[in-house]
């Protein structure tokens, strides 16, 4: 399973270094290659991610990996309508402003949040307005919301693999410290799906936006027949990257890290490392 590739990867010397892969690892916002994930790359996704730590090795996950264009076509459009569900509403803008950045100075002073660099030239004298609580008005005239909308549709239609995961309610179990801990675990597979597929040359992208609206998260479950003990909490699209592939029109990168000082402490909170 996978076995192969991996060896083959090793041998070669192939395989990216470990911390290049972590560096370089990336949100992939832009569309992928036009070419279908192998099933050897498939299987060796799954193989890595199995070898991720769990309490009590309890592997409290379970993957699906969608690659049927007609259900990743009804994904993408719940995705893309999800994303126009909660920018009309407002939800979005309230949730997630103090997120966005708009130039590189605000990135450099807080080094953190998203920076939206790229849009449509007409947009850009507008773009505070824009993505602010009180721009509804602005962005309903830019149709700002169909923009996104249909940007996150055609991208998760595109993407030749969907990777969702789910985890067993034995373990995810809200208000429970299990639950904490199978979201943890949960968060050292992607971790390693992730490093996994830079190193394969694939790029990786959340789609939570069906996640914030219930019955959308519910339908998309339902389509993939999650069996009702399981729950399913993340679904991510994957592809080969291709860096000749134009950016989405509006998007945003997020490259800048705090530094270490600001980040960590030595035997006590507040003195230096
Ligand atoms: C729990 C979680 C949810 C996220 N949801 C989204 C999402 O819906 N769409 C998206 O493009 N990125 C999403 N991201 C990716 C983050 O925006 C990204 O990791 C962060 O900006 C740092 O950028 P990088 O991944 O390129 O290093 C999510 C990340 C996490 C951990």
Not at 51 to 60: A, D, E, K, T
Not at 65 to 84: F, L, N, P, Q, Y
Not at 165 to 179: A, H, N, P, R
Request: one cysteine or more; glycine letters at 6%.
């Amino acid at each position: 399973m996978g076995e192969k590739t991996y060896l083959r990867c090793v041998k070669g010397g192939v395989i990216m270094e470990l911390f290049e892969a972590i560096v370089n690892r990336k949100t992939a916002n832009s569309a992928f290659a036009d070419k279908k994930v192998s099933q050897e790359h498939i299987d060796l996704l799954v193989k890595l991610a199995s070898h991720s730590p769990s309490h009590f090795n309890s592997q409290p996950w379970r993957f699906i990996a969608v690659t049927d264009e007609e259900i990743i076509g009804k994904i993408a459009k719940i995705a893309g309508d999800s994303m126009v569900q909660l920018m009309d509403d407002g939800r979005f803008w309230k949730q997630y402003r103090k997120y966005f950045r708009f130039s590189e100075k605000e990135m450099e002073k807080t080094k953190d949040g998203i920076h939206i660099d790229h849009l449509p030239a007409v947009l850009k004298p507008f773009v505070r307005t824009i993505f602010s609580e009180k721009g509804g008005k602005v962005m309903a005239k830019f149709k700002v919301p169909r923009i996104l909308g249909n940007d996150e549709e055609k991208l998760v239609a595109s993407s030749p693999l969907l990777f969702i995961i789910s985890l067993t309610k034995d373990e995810y179990k809200k208000d429970e410290l299990s639950g904490f801990y199978s979201v943890i675990s949960m968060g050292a597979v992607i971790q390693t799906l992730w490093l996994a597929a830079t190193a394969l040359g694939m790029g990786m992208q959340f789609i939570s936006t069906p996640g914030e609206i219930p019955e959308n998260w519910k339908a998309i479950s339902n389509m993939l027949s999650v069996p009702d003990d399981f729950e399913m909490c993340a679904i991510f699209r994957m592809g080969y990257v291709d860096p000749s592939i134009k950016r989405p029109t509006i998007d945003w990168k997020s490259s800048q890290r705090k530094g270490i000082k600001e980040l960590a402490y030595r035997d006590k909170w507040g003195t230096e490392l």
